[in-house]
């Protein structure tokens, strides 16, 4: 139970969390949820032909290469749209399908707007509308490391969000963004019951992953962590269109097993199936 409320803290990043002053460095859902569009074929080989798009909520057009830029990316081009149609063609489809877009809702792109058309069944480009109409914003995703085993934070790549009490430093690869090594307990004492981890004002590196409890002489007894890889960020203090969270607990029996196995690593679980996926360190000791 406390678990959960640990994740759900997490995931649905309440309304209680400290905001920013406005001199501290801005975060990177501050503005905007931050969703990895990736059409993911489950052909690890085939990545390579793909890129994947972020998707940011509307903005202003005059702002909107801005905000791109506060992730490292820039507005992303027709040209890259039109090279990996059918993945932009599926991938704004099913924002539409999925009630996260409307049905011929432009996206600004570099020099231009796309939007999916439903009843012609295609992507239509637009020149830039006059004004400043706010419209959600397609940005480039140059983080390319598409599996477990390559993907590497780095400070092109980082992001920072608040969550709880605490703000986490994730980053994202090809596929999902990725926090690994959150503690969700205290470093448990030996012969007592495990509580709830109680840090708070801190910023935490989940950026690699924690220890395996203690396991057939490997392991340390700091190991209660979870991981977490998500297509979708919710801008801070929202609660508007939360994901479906999938838990992974690793099997074992208390002498092996891991939540940070490449073979069962949530990043294109969370992608082809647009889900949260949750994996847990936990143990016997
Ligand atoms: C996976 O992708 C590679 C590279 O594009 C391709 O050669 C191969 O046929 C694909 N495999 C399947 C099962 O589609
Ligand atoms: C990934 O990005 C790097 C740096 O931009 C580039 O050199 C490399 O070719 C890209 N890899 C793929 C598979 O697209
Ligand atoms: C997080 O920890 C790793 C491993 O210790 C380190 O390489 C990395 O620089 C740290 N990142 C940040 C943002 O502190």
Known sequence: MLLLLTLSALLAVPAVLAVPTSN?????????????????????????????AILLGASPASQAAKACGTLNERLISRAAIEAHYDDFYHQLSYLVYSGRANANQDFIISNGLVSFNQRRACLDFKPTPYGNRRLSVLCTQSANASQPTTAVATSQNEITIPAGRNKYVGYRNLKSWRFSGIPYADQPQRWHHSSVYSGAGQTLNATVFGSQCPQNGAGSEDCLFVNIQTPY????????????????????GFNGGVGSSPGTDGGNLASREDLVVVTINYGKF
């Open 24 to 52: 501290s460095a801005r975060l990177a859902n501050t503005d905007s949820s931050l969703t990895i569009l990736y059409q993911n074929n489950l052909n690890g080989t085939d990545d390579a032909n793909h890129i994947a």
């Open 233 to 252: 960020i919710p801008k801070a203090g929202s609660k508007q269109k939360l994901k479906a969270v999938y838990f992974w607990i690793h099997g074992g």
